[in-house]
């Protein structure tokens, strides 16, 4: 029978650990402890932290006698994941949960994100109300705050890791139980709010044409989110309609989804249709817009989002290296570019309608698009219905091209 795994630092954690165990053992499940602590541990683990060490590339003896906290938790970061890896494919794993500060956090989501979606992750950690994308990654991970530090349990302490407990052997029950769903043929598609009534109108046509658009927040973590699952195989093709983030990354916001946007799909060979979505805004999220950008022309979104218009310059290079991503696909690709504006801040009598600005993308686009990059120009606004419409029927006609010459 499949086990949770307990990962843990005994020579610290041994009491949260033992009750931890018999919480998951009376709520009907076997638990496989693992210690990744270097000291004298407070009981024997089932998995020893030599073993992690191992597998992290650095005899646990020399961790323990360099004393380097640094190089300690990074090489148990590596032997996690790898342990994690090999025992969920093995079929030993009904799910992880881990106890830690920072130090522990890092090793016990390093083990997380090693497994795949739907795998149950329970982390309790001294650092889960601060930022923690670090750690959760693209992984479903649920991150529970410790409310207090680890020293023993007490009556702070214990309820919440009762708690915890019972959360990862609810979600194994839950992942254990057989469910009869009908084949779902998921679509990939990347949104904003200024951007929504365009992916709200593909969903809706696309569902008529029997496939399931499953939406992303284009805020960075969800275009890396996007990807690492397009790379697990998740989906059949993409939608891409809001390729914001390469504005984030080119003109220093803060929702930059890094240099391998798009990457996954151009890899995976998949159908994908793109349109130049929001690429108007740079975003910069709960921080004052940085000084270097004064005189820019910014719009408060809200509260906490200020919007700063990409200028001509900027957008020339977002096009360049969006044109690099998308030559480099061994799949079908459509850009569909939206003449009237690219995001509902960009249309005529609003903040951002700068058409020389969405020229200098277009231009790009043309200079630096292979032949087999098929770019159509479109006399609409991307919120347009029309637009979506379009969208629709390049991805449905690109889908039946792949699936002939898969069978070909």
């Known amino acids: 029978m499949p086990a949770i795994a307990l990962i843990v630092s005994l020579d610290t ?3 949260e650990a033992r009750y931890l165990s018999d919480e998951i053992r009376a709520a009907g499940f076997d638990v496989q402890v693992v210690d990744f602590g270097t000291g004298p541990p407070g009981f024997l683990a089932d998995v020893a932290a030599s073993e992690i060490a191992a597998l992290g590339g650095v005899p646990l003896s020399e961790l323990a006698a360099e004393r380097d906290r640094a190089r300690l938790i990074d090489t148990m970061m590596r032997g996690a994941a790898a342990w994690a890896a090999r025992a969920h494919a093995d079929g030993a794993l009904a799910g992880v949960i881990s106890v830690g500060g920072s130090g522990g956090t890092a090793v016990g989501t390093a083990a997380m994100r090693a497994l795949p979606f739907g795998v149950p992750k329970v982390m309790v950690s001294t650092v889960a109300a601060s930022d923690v ?12 705050n410790s409310v207090v530090d680890f020293a023993g349990l007490n009556p702070i302490s214990e309820p919440v890791l009762r708690n915890a407990a019972a959360a990862v052997a609810a979600m194994a029950r839950a992942q254990s139980v057989p469910r009869q769903r009908p084949a779902q043929r998921l679509i990939a598609a990347t949104q904003f709010g200024v951007t929504t009534p365009a992916v709200e109108q593909a969903h809706a046509l696309l569902a008529k044409a029997g496939y399931t658009l499953v939406p992303f927040h284009a805020t960075g973590i969800g275009g890396q989110t996007m990807e690492a699952l397009i790379a697990d195989g998740l989906f059949e093709a993409v939608l891409d309609l809001t390729t914001t983030e390469w504005a984030d990354e080119i003109a220093g916001g803060n929702l930059s989804a890094g240099p391998d946007r798009l990457g996954a ?10 349109a130049p979505g929001a690429l108007d805004m740079a975003n910069f999220f709960g921080v004052p817009v940085p000084e270097r950008h004064a005189g820019r022309l910014i719009h408060q979104h809200n509260a906490n989002v200020a919007l700063m218009r990409t200028t001509p310059a900027e957008n020339a290079e977002i096009g360049r290296r969006i044109a690099d991503q998308l030559n480099r696909a061994t799949g079908p690709v459509v850009v569909l570019f939206p003449l009237r504006g690219v995001s509902a801040l960009d249309a005529e009598g609003q903040p951002f309608f700068d058409p020389a600005a969405d020229q200098a993308l277009l231009a790009a686009l043309r200079q630096h698009l292979l032949p087999q990059v098929r770019l159509v120009p479109l006399d ?29």
């Open 13 to 15: 954690k041994a009491e």
């Open 133 to 144: 994308k670090s750690y959760v990654g693209t992984r479903d991970i649920t991150m529970m």
């Open 265 to 274: 799909a151009a890899r995976a060979g998949i159908p994908q249709v793109i």
């Open 380 to 408: 609409l606004h991307i919120n347009d219905a029309a637009f979506a419409e379009a969208a629709v029927a390049e991805l449905l006609s690109l889908l039946e091209q792949h699936k002939k010459r898969r069978h070909a």
